[in-house]
């Protein structure tokens, strides 16, 4: 069975940091892309960054220079460095993954930004 577990969020002053992590497992996590995405109030789910199983990465062109995504194998996790945060980045965060055409979330995480 998938799942994935995000931890990390919190309440943090602009200008300052969070590291989000996805646990993973039910799945092959190592040859699988991860995805981050968020979701702000009254606004639509938005892809945030992935990485391939490769180690490729990339980013919505709101967060970048800011956020790394990167993925540890070996624990099947995936995380998300969040530097630099500004209040606009205030959101839930949720990681993804597709298999065989199929999407899983994981709960999310609260991430808000005070100004």
């Known amino acids: 069975q998938v799942q994935l577990v995000e931890s990390g969020g919190g309440l943090v002053q602009t200008g300052g940091s969070l590291r989000l992590s996805c646990a993973a497992s039910?799945?092959?996590?190592?040859?699988?892309?991860m995805r981050w995405y968020r979701q702000a109030p009254g606004k639509q789910r938005e892809l945030v960054a992935f990485i391939t199983g490769g180690g490729s990465t990339d980013y919505a062109d709101s967060v970048k220079g800011r956020f790394t995504i990167s993925r540890e194998n070996a624990k099947n996790t995936v995380y998300l460095q969040m530097n630099s945060l500004k209040p606009e980045d205030t959101a839930v965060y949720y990681c993804?993954?597709?298999?065989?055409?199929?999407?899983?979330w994981g709960q999310g995480t609260q991430v808000t930004v005070s100004s």
């Open positions: 039910g799945f092959l996590f190592g040859i699988r892309t």
């Open positions: 993804k993954v597709q298999l065989r055409g199929d999407d899983y």
